[in-house]
């Protein structure tokens, strides 16, 4: 992505977005961190959308509950 603010916005939707379907499935924090090796806190300010994750980030989260995440580079 070009434009850094767009990564941004989108990446902090997409760690609230998995951090409902999350709680959904009925994951605490102190699963997903044992799981991701991310941290409670972290998590926590990702899934609030309080802090922009990195890649690695949300892929490990979306394995940790089960959802494919998919990126797709855009070709001009």
């Not at 941004?8 to 044992?34: D, F, N, P």
């Not at 799981?35 to 300010?45: F, K, P, V």
């Not at 990702?46 to 580079?73: N, Q, R, T, W």
């Amino acid at each position: 992505m070009n434009n850094p603010h767009v990564y941004r916005a989108a990446a902090k939707q997409l760690g609230v977005r998995l951090g409902e379907i999350a709680r959904e499935r009925g994951y605490t924090g102190k699963h997903m961190s044992e799981t991701t090796a991310i941290s409670e806190t972290t998590l926590s300010r990702i899934f609030k959308g309080h802090f922009c994750p990195k890649s690695e980030y949300l892929v490990a989260i979306a394995d940790a509950i089960g959802v494919d995440m998919v990126f797709v580079e855009r070709t001009k």
